[in-house]
């Protein structure tokens, strides 16, 4: 292949894949660069963390996503750096890559707002490790309190968005139907899980049906809900919050906002809400032409003056339609401001349980109808037929029989140990 490129893609997530396969049908000479070498569905982490379905359900090979697209190359690298005025990223292993025009979709890291000792002892939850390092730590807690009958097993899940909505309710769900059924017998009556979140309800987000409902179900599998009150600080033993009320914990799951990562922050491009790209109509930074930031780096607004949250079909469709401008720039043609199809909002609450708001119209579905439109939404999005077949089988044995999909620890993992 030629190795001069006409776009370089930084980030092979919802973003970089969908602007890449669109070029690459094109045949516009593309150059991806991901750290690794995999596109990952973050919307399933929480599964994998509890044990619910395996990572190769999650992730698939770029090279396999763009094995038929010949002038798209995959480079596996770290982007430390970029240039906006010459278009360039600057890898760790101090590769320059040029492009005529620059794509920045490079997500988000997670936010711990300053809170003290939660970078330190919370665990995010953003990508394929961090869900298998959460995995491994719960497993690991769960076989030392199987060991000793005096031990508690305390879970702190800080956020009551839908990743900690999702996240808690499966941990309870696990605690209510999986560690009776693989563990001592009184272990599952040594287990909590608290959802903490300063706001006053879960799923501040979505209509108040869908809050009640999700509440309910929540407490009903065993949620100890902490609702209107911050976490102040975390420690190795637990967290305190607000009011000054302390909630011991081994575990704290940190589901508490996301901020653009360090790239987009030293890009020099200006920075708007959660250190993101307050980018123009047609998705281009201001004052760099050629230069698109997408999905969770940017801020987006799209044709209708919508101000577009964090969510994997915005990143998608601005992918798209990013590339379409690309395409507009190369052949002399007009960018067009973003149009978004608004498909609406979906959390899982856990078996049987889902909350969804469909399209513009905020359609409301709770419960097993919901549930099943998660379930086929979430398989039609996944990427790659064999991830397709493994997440169907692990839900069926899941949800079915009750089975976990992975019970196996992948190694001494823990971020409280200390650090060497
Ligand atoms: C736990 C969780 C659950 C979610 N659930 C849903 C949901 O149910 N529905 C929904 O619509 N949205 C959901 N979202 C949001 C959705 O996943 C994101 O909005 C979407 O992934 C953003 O896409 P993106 O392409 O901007 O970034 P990402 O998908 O995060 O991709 C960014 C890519 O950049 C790479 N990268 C980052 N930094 C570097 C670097 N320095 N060098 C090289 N590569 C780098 C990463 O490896 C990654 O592949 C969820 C998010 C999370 C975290």
């Known amino acids: ?18 602007a890449a396969k669109k070029l690459g049908r094109q045949g516009v ?14 919307p399933l982490l929480y599964q994998v963390a509890t044990s619910q379905i395996g990572v190769s359900a999650i992730a698939r090979p770029l090279r396999s996503v763009f094995r038929r697209l010949k002038t798209v190359r995959v480079v596996t690298a770290q982007v430390e750096a970029v240039d906006v005025a010459a278009k360039s990223v600057t890898t760790s292993d101090g590769d ?31 990508s394929v490790t961090d869900a298998t390092k959460l995995g491994t730590g719960l497993t690991r807690l ?55 979140d300063m706001v006053p309800t879960v799923l501040a987000a979505f209509s108040e049906k869908s809050q009640k409902y999700a509440t309910a179900h929540l407490t009903k599998v065993g949620v100890q809900l ?22 011991p914990a081994q575990i704290v799951v940190w589901a508490g906002g996301l901020k653009a990562g360090a790239v987009v922050a030293n ?63 190369l052949t002399g043609g007009t960018r067009r401001p973003f149009d978004y199809v608004d498909k609406g909002y979906m959390a899982m609450v856990g078996r049987g349980a889902a909350v969804a708001e469909i399209g513009r119209q905020r359609i409301q579905l709770q419960g097993p109808f919901a549930f099943v439109s998660w379930l086929l939404v979430h398989l039609a999005l996944l990427s790659g037929t064999q991830q397709k077949v493994r997440a169907l089988f692990s839900w069926l044995n899941g949800y079915l029989l009750h089975s976990p999909a992975q019970v196996v620890v992948s190694g001494p993992v823990d971020r409280k140990e200390p650090k060497p």
């Open 142 to 196: 769960l076989d030392e309190a199987d060991k000793n009958p005096e031990a508690d097993v305390d879970v702190v899940v800080v956020g009551g968005g839908p990743t900690g909505v999702e996240t808690a309710g499966a941990m309870a769900e696990n605690v209510k139907y999986v560690v009776g059924k693989y563990f001592s017998k009184d272990l599952a009556s040594r287990c909590r899980v608290h959802l903490v």
């Open 267 to 329: 890009s020099g491009l200006p920075l708007g809400r959660g250190g993101r790209v307050d980018v123009l109509p047609d998705l281009t930074a201001p004052n760099a032409s050629g230069v698109y930031v997408l999905g969770d780096a940017a801020n987006i607004t799209d044709s209708k003056g919508t101000k577009l949250p964090q969510l994997g079909s915005v990143a998608q469709q601005a992918g798209k339609w990013a590339a379409g401008n690309i395409l507009a720039d």
């Open 29 to 42: 000479r593309v150059l991806l660069i991901d750290s690794n070498n995999y596109h990952q569905f973050q």
């Open 96 to 126: 320059t890559f040029r492009g005529e025009s620059l794509v920045l979709a490079l997500g988000a890291v997670p936010n711990f707002f300053n809170t003290p000792g939660a970078e330190e002892h919370a665990y995010p939850l953003y």
């Open 226 to 247: 902490h609702m209107g009150v911050g976490v102040t600080d975390v420690r190795p033993d637990g967290v305190t919050l607000a009011d000054g009320s302390r909630i």
């Open 1 to 18: 292949m030629d190795d001069t490129y006409q776009v370089i893609i930084a980030g092979a997530g919802f973003a970089g894949v969908a």
